[in-house]
Nanobody, 113 residues
Framework: QVQLVESGGRSVEAGESLKLTCVAS??????MGWFRQAPGKQREFVAG???????TYIDSVKGRFTISRDSNKATVWLEMNDLRPEDTAVYYC?????????WGQGTQVTVFS
């Protein structure tokens, strides 16, 4: 059974850092991504990492966020620095191609100024 469990989110002040963790089970990690959904907005792609470690980011997080993975541990991380109020959202991880698995519960990140 596929399961994605995200953790590490909390409320922080603007400029602070957080590291989110996603633990996957029930499948072998392939291309993976972090996504987020802000209140009243659609879920959006934030960062992706493929099986050889190549990464992609949306423009608004480039230079601030870093995605990484350990396939042996079935874990994907998102390190977020210099957080801004506009980064406030529920963050999710999922497969980044071949269709999404059922979404996990996500982890809430709230950035206040």
């Amino acid at each position: 059974q596929v399961q994605l469990v995200e953790s590490g989110g909390r409320s922080v002040e603007a400029g602070e850092s957080l590291k989110l963790t996603c633990v996957a089970s029930g499948f072998s990690l392939n291309d993976m991504g972090w996504f987020r959904q802000a209140p009243g907005k659609q879920r959006e792609f934030v960062a992706g990492i493929n099986q050889i470690g190549s990464t992609t980011y949306i423009d608004s997080v480039k230079g601030r966020f870093t995605i990484s993975r350990d396939s042996n541990k079935a874990t994907v991380w998102l390190e977020m620095n210099d957080l801004r109020p506009e980064d406030t959202a529920v963050y999710y991880c999922n497969r980044n191609n071949g269709g999404f698995f059922p979404w996990g519960q996500g982890t809430q990140v709230t950035v206040f100024s």
